[in-house]
T-cell receptor, first 115, second 114 residues
Framework: AQKITQTQPGMFVQEKEAVTLDCTYD???????LFWYKQPSSGEMIFLIY??????QNATEGRYSLNFQKARKSANLVISASQLGDSAMYFC????????????FGAGTILRVKS | KAGVTQTPRYLIKTRGQQVTLSCSPI?????VSWYQQTPGQGLQFLFE???????NKGNFPGRFSGRQFSNSRSEMNVSTLELGDSALYLC?????????????FGQGTRLTVV
């Protein structure tokens, strides 16, 4: 069963605008961690932001914020003030005990920032 | 603080050969996980090592093996290479194991089997 769903294969955003990348997840485990990674064409997987299932507040890291809606099982990534360097593949991932704490990834969303 | 280092960055091997990939985690991190990334299958978990013990293994054939040393460095070995093993292999470093633990990746090793 698909555990992490990213419904947007590709997105375009104008430079300096904000963009939201969608992610929904499926688990009955109450304890889980949610992650977003950026993968530029070079291949490196860059950690962006983390949210634990018991965290009350949405996580933020600079221009990145995670819109965590637990009841809807969604963990959308919001990038504010997009930059050309934000063009990359973005992966949503989850760790949960049922899967032995390994990271389970979504299919990814390709983001292109236009100047 | 140095990040996760994977060597080599690129490899070209012939079908039937074997290959060893190396991963040095962030200093102080004790958990190392390996992932395979292909266009068709996406990112798939291979195995996790913590304190030199394999904690978890993905659904890969026995040709894929790994180990972790006392300094937390890890190696992954693939024997009898097949064309389908061509992929980007990513190593992730975590300070500990568990669901509430961040994972930091290296730049990956791009393996091409010809």
């Amino acid at each position: 069963a698909q555990k992490i769903t990213q419904t947007q294969p590709g997105m375009f955003v104008q430079e300096k605008e904000a963009v939201t990348l969608d992610c929904t997840y499926d688990t009955s485990d109450p304890s889980y961690g949610l992650f977003w990674y950026k993968q530029p064409s070079s291949g490196e997987m860059i950690f962006l932001i983390y949210q634990g299932s018991y965290d009350q507040q949405n996580a933020t890291e600079g221009r990145y914020s995670l819109n965590f809606q637990k009841a809807r099982k969604s963990a959308n990534l919001v990038i504010s003030a997009s930059q050309l360097g934000d063009s990359a593949m973005y992966f949503c991932a989850m760790r949960y005990m049922e899967y032995g704490n390994k990271l389970v990834f979504g299919a990814g969303t390709i983001l292109r920032v236009k100047s | 603080k140095a990040g996760v280092t994977q060597t080599p960055r690129y490899l070209i091997k012939t079908r039937g050969q074997q290959v060893t990939l190396s991963c040095s985690p962030i200093s102080g991190h004790r958990s190392v996980s390996w992932y395979q990334q292909t266009p068709g299958q996406g990112l798939q978990f291979l195995f996790e090592y913590f304190s030199e013990t394999q904690r978890n293994k993905g659904n890969f054939p026995g040709r894929f093996s790994g180990r972790q040393f006392s300094n937390s460095r890890s190696e992954m070995n693939v024997s009898t290479l097949e064309l389908g093993d061509s992929a980007l292999y990513l190593c992730a470093s975590s300070p500990r194991t568990g669901v509430f633990t961040e994972a930091f990746f290296g730049q990956g090793t791009r393996l091409t089997v010809v």
